[in-house]
């Protein structure tokens, strides 16, 4: 039975946690992006589907293409990150499900069926889009993650050896700079949003 965590772990990832807008001067390692894997990988997907799909930009170059997609406000983000990562999702996932959930034909749930293929593949991506940024948290890092891009532009642009994975969210990677946050909006109480039935 796992004991809860502590104050300090609870304030890491969720509590005093944050997004941010700049990072400070301090380089993120390859060793560090697979760490990060290393422990999103373990978060819960339908049938172990693991659609997400990371392109990791760390280079100048590669940040330089995401940011010329993305929104005047995004860009600089992009730029001034470490790294940014886009994460998509592969809408062929179910190809590996005989791999990843191999104790029932599972593949035949979605082959063939391109709705629910698209939907199962953008919410567990997104899924797995939150277990990366509570691994980086976890790890001592911080997360910017944003919408405002072209996603089409940026699947021609990253993906277009992949054409059955797409964009869903792109995140900026590294340590967070205090000074680029701004005062946390507001999180409603339990009873505002929450029923007990």
């Given at each position: 039975?796992?004991?809860?965590?502590?104050?300090s772990?609870?304030?890491?990832?969720?509590?005093?946690?944050?997004?941010?807008?700049?990072?400070?001067?301090?380089?993120?390692?390859?060793?560090?992006?697979?760490?990060?894997?290393?422990?999103?990988?373990?978060?819960?997907?339908?049938?172990?589907?693991?659609?997400?799909?990371?392109?990791?930009?760390?280079?100048?170059?590669?940040?330089?293409?995401?940011?010329?997609?993305?929104?005047?406000?995004?860009?600089?983000?992009?730029?001034?990150?470490?790294?940014?990562?886009?994460?998509?999702?592969?809408?062929e996932?179910?190809?590996?499900?005989?791999?990843?959930?191999?104790?029932?034909?599972?593949r035949?749930?979605?082959?063939?069926?391109?709705?629910?293929?698209?939907?199962?593949?953008?919410?567990?991506?997104?899924?797995?889009?939150?277990?990366?940024?509570?691994?980086?948290?976890?790890?001592?890092?911080?997360?910017?993650?944003?919408?405002?891009?072209?996603?089409?532009?940026?699947?021609?642009?990253?993906f277009?050896?992949?054409?059955?994975?797409?964009?869903?969210?792109?995140?900026?990677?590294?340590?967070g700079?205090?000074?680029?946050?701004?005062?946390?909006?507001?999180?409603?109480?339990?009873?505002?949003?929450?029923?007990?039935?």
């Amino acid at each position: 039975m796992s004991e809860p965590l502590s104050d300090s772990a609870l304030d890491q990832l969720f509590r005093t946690a944050r997004t941010y807008n700049g990072y400070l001067d301090k380089p993120v390692s390859q060793a560090q992006l697979h760490a990060i894997w290393d422990l999103m990988k373990f978060g819960p997907t339908s049938a172990n589907s693991l659609p997400a799909r990371i392109i990791w930009c760390v280079s100048d170059a590669a940040k330089a293409r995401l940011a010329a997609l993305a929104i005047p406000g995004n860009k600089e983000k992009i730029l001034a990150a470490p790294v940014t990562a886009i994460i998509g999702m592969d809408l062929e996932f179910y190809e590996h499900l005989p791999e990843f959930f191999p104790h029932t034909d599972a593949r035949s749930w979605f082959a063939g069926n391109d709705a629910l293929a698209e939907t199962t593949a953008f919410r567990n991506s997104s899924l797995q889009g939150a277990y990366f940024i509570l691994a980086a948290r976890a790890l001592g890092l911080d997360t910017g993650p944003m919408s405002g891009f072209d996603n089409d532009a940026v699947d021609k642009e990253f993906f277009a050896d992949q054409p059955k994975v797409k964009s869903n969210f792109i995140s900026t990677l590294g340590y967070g700079d205090p000074a680029t946050i701004f005062d946390r909006s507001p999180r409603p109480g339990f009873e505002r949003f929450n029923r007990l039935v």
